[in-house]
């Protein structure tokens, strides 16, 4: 299984980016998938999650409204759009796959993990 995850970059404050997670190995459509992120000296911290068949979707409150999780089931493929950043938004973003009927902020339900792509956000 690999989870390849892309579209990190160097962004102002209040900008824009769009990530994604291409998949590989596995029945897409069979998982819930998530995003996670991780800042220098912090754990893990829950983004977004979103239903196999992204009729659900959940959002942790520090993005809630200005990030966006989507997925592509033809395209085995998760997104994340991401608005109106701010600096405190720099970190590592990881894409993970859950086998799970529902969307759970728990990073231990979670099976398999991409690499990360670092997102850094300027002030």
């Known amino acids: 299984v690999q989870l390849q995850a892309s579209g990190g970059g160097l962004v102002q404050a209040g900008g824009s980016l769009r990530l994604s997670c291409a998949a590989s190995?596995?029945?897409?459509?069979?998982?819930?998938m998530g995003w996670f992120r991780q800042a220098p000296g912090k754990e893990r911290e829950f983004v977004a999650a979103?239903?196999?068949?992204?009729?659900?979707?959940y959002y942790g409150d520090s993005v809630k409204g200005r990030l966006t999780i989507s997925r592509d089931n033809a395209k085995n493929t998760v997104y994340l759009q991401m608005n109106s950043l701010k600096p405190e938004d720099t970190a590592v973003y990881f894409c993970?796959?859950?086998?799970?009927?529902?969307?759970?902020?728990?990073?231990?339900?979670?099976?398999?993990w991409g690499q990360g792509t670092q997102v850094t956000v300027s002030s």
């Open positions: 979103i239903k196999r068949n992204g009729g659900a979707t």
């Open positions: 993970a796959a859950d086998y799970g009927s529902g969307v759970t902020s728990n990073r231990r339900n979670y099976r398999y």
């Open positions: 190995g596995l029945t897409f459509s069979n998982y819930a």
